[in-house]
């Protein structure tokens, strides 16, 4: 039976940790982080400054912040997804040249 308890996965069959992803996440640059700070202590000041805040409110609140984090995220990530121009990129991998047999 496939995935039963003796059976091994791909992962754990080439020794690999199969709980372990080969992705790193993505670091957040002082500025992003700078602005999702601005935007959740904006949000508190609304929040805190709202005489009486009624559900509606603090569920409008909730949205505003989530939108205003998605939008940083978004804009994060293609400003690190586009390299700029004079920068260098990733380190490319060697491609073997052929060499002609000797006569």
Known sequence: MPGGPGERNGAEAAGK???????????GTQAEAGAATTAVALVA????????PS?????????????????IELVGG???????????G???PA????????H
Do not use: E, S
Not at 55 to 71: S, T
Not at 95 to 102: D, E, K, L, R
């Open 45 to 52: 000041l609304i929040f805190a400054f709202w005489g009486q």
């Open 90 to 92: 990733p380190p490319r």
């Open 78 to 88: 293609r400003a690190q997804a586009a390299p700029q121009a004079g920068l260098p």
């Open 17 to 27: 940790d199969a709980t372990a992803t080969d992705a790193t996440p993505r670091a």
């Open 55 to 71: 559900l509606a409110v603090v569920i409008w609140l909730v949205v505003l912040l989530l939108v205003l984090l998605g939008v």
């Open 95 to 102: 491609v073997p040249t052929q060499t002609a047999p000797p």
